[in-house]
C-alpha cells in the first residue's frame, strides 16, 4: 500500500484495540515485577517503534496469517506489533505479542468479535 502523503505532521491517526491496549498492560506489569524502571523503558520504546507508523503506515511486513495487504506485523525486539491499515488516514494496532507465546492463543485472532 503507498500513497501516503509526506507532510510536517502525521499521516494517520493510530487506535489501540482493546486488546492491543491490554497486552500493553499486561508488558508493563510483567516486566515491572522485576524493574519499574526497565518496564518504564520498554513501553516507551513499543510506542516509539509504533510512533514510526504515523509517517509509515505500510513499514510493517505483511502479516503472513491473513492473506490481506493491510494486515502487517511490525517487529520491536522480542515482540510483533500487529496493525491493520483501516484506511489512509486510520491504522488500528490489534495486538503485542511476544514473540514466546502462541500465536494461536492470542484473542486478537480468535473468531470472536471484541
Known sequence: ??????GNGP???????KIAKRDLKHIYNYIKQDSVRYAILEKEKLKTAIDK???QP???????????????????????????IESSKQILILSIHHHARLL??????SDDDE
Open 1 to 6: 500500500m503507498g500513497g501516503y502523503k509526506k
Open 11 to 17: 499521516v494517520v491517526k493510530i487506535i489501540f484495540s
Open 53 to 55: 507508523l504515523y509517517f
Open 58 to 84: 505500510d513499514l510493517g511486513k505483511v502479516f503472513p496469517k491473513f492473506n490481506d495487504e493491510r494486515y502487517r506485523e511490525l517487529i520491536h525486539s522480542h515482540y510483533s506489533i500487529i496493525y491493520k
Open 104 to 109: 494461536s492463543n492470542n484473542p486478537a485472532f
